[in-house]
């Protein structure tokens, strides 16, 4: 079996579950990411203690247009999971992984800002538009990086050795 390719799927799937329920309204971008996170993971979040604590980051924080919803639930959903366990992983390692997922979503997508981020999309019509590749990409990202978090590490480096 190719591992590689395994862990490819699994973010697929994972990175499309958070698409699907933001597309379907269930949730919004930041609640979506941390719940398909959460339950792939066995994170132990309810589905109402999930919405509780991540519906603040919907819209780039209260709509503000911050920080992207959708990356902020990638954060919260990577502490969460790394977080736990029987070894589970000390501050500095949280915080270079969540580092790294930043600088990922940054690298792919241009900007982390939501406002920048969904510049062109019509807010008032309901369409969610650009939106959904982020909460996919998000998602997708924040698995990847808790299946392999030494791989990213290499890989980030590398990307951002080219941005120079």
């Known amino acids: 079996m190719n591992c590689s390719l395994t862990r490819s799927l699994i973010c697929e799937n994972i990175g ?9 309204d269930v949730m919004c971008c930041s609640e979506a ?5 959460n339950s792939d993971f066995d994170g132990g979040l ?11 980051f919907c819209g780039g924080i209260g709509d503000a ?16 999971i790394l977080g736990k366990g029987q ?9 270079k992984l ?3 997922l930043h600088d990922r979503f940054l690298a792919e997508h ?11 999309r019509d807010h008032e019509s309901g369409d ?9 990409s998000a998602a997708a990202i924040c698995t990847q990086i808790l299946l392999a978090p030494d791989q990213i590490k290499k890989e980030s480096t590398a990307a951002a050795t080219a941005l120079i």
Not at 33 to 37: I, Q, S
Request: with cysteine; glycine share 8%.
């Open 16 to 24: 499309r579950e958070a698409r699907e329920l933001y597309a379907s």
């Open 33 to 37: 990411v941390l719940w398909a996170v």
């Open 46 to 56: 309810s589905q109402s203690l999930t919405l509780a604590l991540s519906k603040g």
């Open 65 to 80: 247009g911050c920080v992207c919803g959708a990356l902020s639930g990638a954060v919260m959903a990577l502490s969460l």
């Open 87 to 95: 070894h589970p992983a000390d501050d500095e390692q949280v915080r």
């Open 98 to 100: 969540s580092k790294q």
């Open 110 to 120: 241009g900007s982390v800002c939501c406002r920048t981020l969904s510049r062109e």
């Open 128 to 136: 969610k538009g650009i939106c959904l590749d982020y909460v996919e």
